[in-house]
């Protein structure tokens, strides 16, 4: 019992790992899963849409991990090849929208009272038409389809990175090291470059892979509905809404698996963002 | 208690005007991108409605007329003018889909929308504040993680996957619920019960109560973690109140106000999240229509739906303004100054 006591006081608290260095090597492998799953997916296009009737209606097996759906293609192959979809209309529309947020973020804060009242009145009418209701009418718009999902996302996610930015470069411009910048007549563009640049980018490069969940989920959902990719696409959101015609004829494995690995694929987007941003600031760099 | 505060310079009746001022420059700038955008679109509605083959074999006669049914030769400005102004006496045209008033079909259908959406609020704000409540005062415990975890994962998932995973699971599998439809099929409207009709309702409520709980959840869990970390609280258990009479006597009067707050601006997440969850319970609701609508190029229709949602969006975040000025001292005083 003693000799246990002592052992305990002896031995160091803890060999832990410093949480810089975990977080670095957690978001380094999730980023490489995501580029793995987005260029096997780009590769196995072909292979998802091949049909083997010979095969259909399987339930998850060791030969098709996933299943095979009523056309005999394989579940697993199908969902990577979504899943990779997903990821490219994510990046595009992530991508598109953050620089929507930088631009208008920027105009608000730094174009006077009239471009702010303007901006910040445009975002309240964003955030005052639900997001999937907004999707549908835009998708409707340009007639459906990968660019109709794409630009639907694109146009409605910037509003909370821009007040963000906003803010950040509001901060920015009242903060010591600008006034004395330009008491010493240093150029707009050159603050704007050197000193308000390097001070808002790490707030935008979070806020933009946070948005890709976001970005991910939406076009899912648009796409269940029938306003994003078309049937030919694979897509996580056709093949749920093809499910849904066989679900009870009891072939769950059609929804289980793409569905889980849709949240997969959000849940290491936010690991890689939540984890950069720790990194980002300081205060909460050791939490 | 007790302490009565005074209304003395809240002046109700200004914020309320105004609000008003507000909601008719949102309601025109959405009626304007909403008619812009539906009818920019180079969806077909004749076709949409048609079908593929009927239009191969269609004289241009019927093609011409069917053209001037759904309004495709008029233009863009002269359309919204001649709806704008007939919506403003109340009008909001024909749903050309369901060959009714679009009022009455909104009608019909935001009775049970309503429905669906008002228990779904109700049951994840109370359940996710409890689950926050409990989460913060139990921090790093089990219950904490469970939650978290919870909350993360739920955060993560598509909501119709959600409903569809409910779906197999208890109308598949176990059958306790009903597969979709807001009534029994086959029975007339006139002799669905209550009981039939909150049968049918249960499994979308559900779902959508379990995936709007996240976040409330988190919010309340951080605020309780405030709250329980404030002097107050520590001067409380100094004079020796447990950790139950704490929470019920000074934690709660104070995590309500954010909860309440941020479950009113949750209600554009709920409607969002209904449009799915009627799609996969075949529920006739708003969301459905607007599905409906949206696909068969029901013009008419789907602004109406987007105006409306607008218009309970603005309702939601104007009444947690106006309950937290009502309710908080301190913000209603800030009111009148700014």
């Not at chain 1, 529309?93 to 947020?101: D, F, G, M, W």
């Not at chain 2, 006496?89 to 049970?112: E, H, K, Y």
């Not at chain 2, 699971?169 to 176990?174: A, E, I, K, Q, T």
Request: with cysteine; charged share 10%; proline share 4%.
């Amino acid at each position: 019992m003693a000799e246990a006591v002592a052992n305990i006081l002896h031995v160091p608290k803890r060999n832990r790992v410093s949480n810089r260095r975990f977080m670095l090597v957690s978001v380094v492998l999730a980023a490489a899963v995501l580029i793995a799953i987005a260029i096997c997916g780009a590769m196995l296009m072909p292979e998802a849409i091949k049909t083997d009737f010979t095969q259909k209606n399987l339930a998850p097996s060791p030969a098709h991990i996933f299943g095979t759906d009523w056309m005999g293609r394989d579940m697993l192959v199908r969902t990577i090849a979504g899943l990779s979809t997903s990821i490219l209309v994510g990046l595009i529309a992530a991508c598109v929208s953050s620089l929507i947020a930088l631009i208008l973020g920027t105009i608000a804060a730094l174009g006077g009272r009239l471009a702010d009242r303007i901006i910040t009145w445009l975002i309240d009418l964003l955030m005052g038409v639900p997001h999937i209701v907004l999707l549908i009418l835009i998708s409707f718009a340009l007639g459906k389809g990968f660019w109709g999902v794409t630009i639907g996302v694109a146009l409605t996610h910037w509003a909370s990175l821009s007040r963000v930015i906003r803010a950040e470069i509001l901060q920015c411009r009242e903060s010591g090291f600008v006034a004395v910048a330009r008491r010493l007549g240093v150029s707009r563009i050159k603050i704007a470059v050197h000193h308000m640049l390097p001070y808002v980018l790490p707030q935008f490069i979070v806020g933009l892979i946070l948005m890709f969940p976001h970005a991910i989920l939406h076009e899912a959902a648009i796409t269940f509905l029938g306003f994003g990719l078309s049937p030919e696409q694979p897509a996580i959101g056709i093949i749920l809404s093809e499910s849904m015609s066989y679900l009870s004829a009891g072939m769950w494995w059609l929804a289980v698996f793409p569905g889980l690995a849709l949240i997969g694929i959000v849940m290491l987007f936010d690991i890689v963002g939540s984890g950069i941003r720790r990194m980002v600031d300081p205060s909460s760099a050791q939490e | 208690m007790g302490v009565s505060y005074s209304l003395e310079g809240y002046d109700l009746s200004r914020i309320i005007f105004w609000n008003i001022g507000r909601f008719l420059l949102l309601m025109v700038a959405v009626s304007v991108v909403v008619f812009t955008l539906v009818s920019v679109s180079p969806v077909d509605p004749v076709a949409a409605n048609v079908g593929q083959a009927a239009l191969v074999g269609m004289s241009d006669e019927k093609r011409a007329a069917l053209d001037a049914y759904w309004g495709r030769n008029v233009p863009l400005p002269e359309r919204y003018l001649s709806w704008g102004s007939a919506l403003l006496q109340g009008d909001m045209g024909t749903s050309l889909r369901f060959n009714a008033p679009v009022a009455d079909v909104i009608a019909n259908r935001a009775l049970n929308s309503l429905l669906l959406m008002s228990v779904a609020w109700l049951v994840s704000g109370v359940l996710g504040f409890a689950l926050g409540v409990l989460a913060g005062t139990h921090r790093d415990t089990f219950l904490d993680r469970a939650v978290k975890s919870y909350c993360f994962v739920l955060a993560a998932s598509p909501t119709f996957w959600v409903a569809l995973l409910l779906l197999i699971v208890f109308s598949v599998w176990l059958g306790w619920f009903p597969i979709g439809f807001s009534q029994p099929i086959g029975k007339s409207a006139a002799s669905v019960t209550l009981g039939d009709a909150l049968y049918h309702l249960a499994l979308p409520a559900i779902t959508l109560s379990l995936v709007g709980v996240a976040n409330v959840a988190l919010h309340t869990r951080e605020k309780t973690i405030d709250v329980m970390n404030s002097p107050y609280v520590r001067f409380a258990r100094t004079r020796g109140l447990t950790e139950r009479q704490i929470v019920l006597r000074h934690g709660l009067r104070n995590l309500a106000l954010p909860a309440i707050t941020i479950q009113f601006a949750q209600i554009a997440e709920i409607f969002g999240g209904s449009v799915l969850v009627e799609q996969v319970f075949s529920y006739p609701g708003l969301g459905q229509a607007a599905v409906v609508a949206g696909i068969g190029g029901d013009v008419a229709l789907l602004a109406g739906i987007a105006l409306v949602s607008a218009a309970l969006v603005f309702g939601g975040n104007a009444l947690a303004n106006i309950l937290y000025g009502v309710i908080d001292p301190r913000i209603r005083k800030g009111q009148t100054h700014g």
